[in-house]
């Protein structure tokens, strides 16, 4: 057989399995790095069904976020507004805006028939953690700090990682990411450094919220 194949096929064997040992660890390597949300999901801007321009509403009419979601200071969610809520500004009845705008056909079709709008989700965390939208809003957290300037996107894009270094880092310095309770949903508003120090320390102390790192506070 020595005269068929090199004395060096002896080895193919061992070749092999560091070979496969490398391509598995950089596979692993590279899943573990780049599938994570700040990869797979930051960026992310589905089509709607209906072209709804946060930019109009939020940032140029300056509408209330919790005009439209108006649960999220008293549940775990943030609601998708009800066709109801679009209705009460783009109804058909006198005084209406575009009332009759082919863009908005799809709203009127959903007030006629009760059928809801099916609007894509865009912002998502694992099945196994639990947020609570009412707990953060209330403590001082505004939306900016998750979702990114809504107020400036036409297209609500996912613009933060979301991943749980992203939360660690808020969990450990609640006071840099804190602001006065009125100024939640003003998502134009801020202060100098010096001013989030002293606010923050002082409204941390006062809100009694602690640095807490607990994995079972939102792993369910």
Same mark, same amino acid.
């Given at each position: 057989m020595s005269d068929i194949f090199p004395k060096?096929?002896?080895?193919?064997?061992?070749?092999?399995?560091?070979?496969?040992?490398?391509?598995?660890?950089?596979?692993?390597?590279g899943i573990w790095y780049y599938f994570t949300p700040k990869y797979t999901r930051v960026g992310y801007a589905p089509k709607q069904p209906v072209a709804f321009s946060h930019e109009i509403h939020a940032g140029q009419l300056g509408l209330d976020c919790r005009y439209c979601h108006s649960h999220v200071e008293k549940s775990w969610f943030s609601n998708v507004p009800a066709t109801a809520t679009c209705i009460n500004c783009h109804g058909p009845t006198k005084g209406g805006i575009l009332k009759e705008d082919p863009r908005l056909a799809l709203v009127r079709e959903s007030a006629a028939t009760g059928e809801?709008?099916?609007?894509?989700?865009?912002?998502?965390?694992?099945?196994?953690?639990? =947020?609570?939208?009412?707990?953060?809003?209330?403590?001082?957290?505004? +939306?900016?700090? @998750? /979702?990114?300037?809504?107020h400036k996107m036409?297209?609500?894009v996912h613009a933060k990682p979301l991943s749980m270094a992203f939360c660690l880092e808020c969990h450990r310095n609640p006071e840099d990411h804190?602001?006065?309770?009125?100024?939640?949903?003003?998502?134009?508003?801020?202060?100098?450094?010096?001013?989030?120090?002293?606010?923050?320390?002082? =409204?941390?102390?006062?809100?009694?919220?602690?640095?807490?790192?607990? +994995?079972?506070? @939102? /792993?369910?």
């Open positions: 060096w096929t002896n080895r193919l064997p061992i070749y092999v399995i560091v070979g496969g040992i490398l391509v598995g660890t950089a596979v692993t390597a809801p709008i099916p609007w894509k989700q865009v912002h998502k965390v694992p099945d196994y953690v639990f =947020f609570n939208h009412s707990v953060h809003v209330n403590r001082g957290i505004s +939306c900016v700090e @998750c /979702h990114g300037e809504v036409d297209e609500v804190v602001r006065p309770l009125e100024h939640i949903t003003n998502l134009e508003w801020t202060q100098s450094e010096e001013q989030q120090k002293a606010f923050g320390k002082e =409204f941390v102390a006062h809100a009694k919220i602690h640095a807490s790192q607990n +994995c079972s506070a @939102c /792993h369910r």
